[in-house]
């Protein structure tokens, strides 16, 4: 069965860190597209950051570009999202999500079929 496990999250006050985790099981990870995506209250889910398959390509929304990092381990088969300068609009559950199929419409939910449960940031101001 697949499995993604996202771990932590938790409240942080504005301009502090926190680093995200996502563990997956249950099928081969190494070749596939991963990334973040978040949702707050009332809002639809929005693309976090992406990256390939080898880490060679990134992606981020404008949003949290120069402050967030997406990495993972295909020997760990952990995907991680490091977070910086952490702003109250930042708030939002935050989900990993995995896709083994070629597409170029990255930033869409659509374009990927596992997903994690999610995990809570709360950015207090």
């Known amino acids: 069965q697949v499995q993604l496990v996202e771990t932590g999250g938790g409240l942080v006050q504005a301009g502090g860190s926190l680093r995200l985790s996502c563990a997956a099981s249950?099928?081969?990870?190494?070749?596939?597209?991963m990334a973040w995506f978040r949702q707050a209250p009332g809002k639809g889910r929005e693309f976090v950051a992406g990256?390939?398959?080898?880490?060679?390509?990134?992606t981020y929304t404008d949003s949290v570009k120069g402050r967030f990092t997406i990495s993972r381990d295909n020997a760990d088969h952990t995907l991680y999202l490091q977070m910086n300068s952490l702003k109250p609009e930042d708030t939002a559950v935050y989900y990993c999500?995995?896709?083994?199929?070629?597409?170029?419409?990255?930033?869409?939910?659509?374009?990927?079929?596992?997903w994690g449960q999610g995990t809570q940031v709360t950015v207090s101001s």
């Open positions: 999500a995995d896709t083994p199929r070629y597409t170029t419409s990255r930033s869409v939910p659509d374009a990927y079929d596992y």
């Open positions: 249950g099928r081969t990870f190494t070749y596939d597209h």
């Open positions: 990256i390939s398959w080898n880490g060679g390509e990134t």
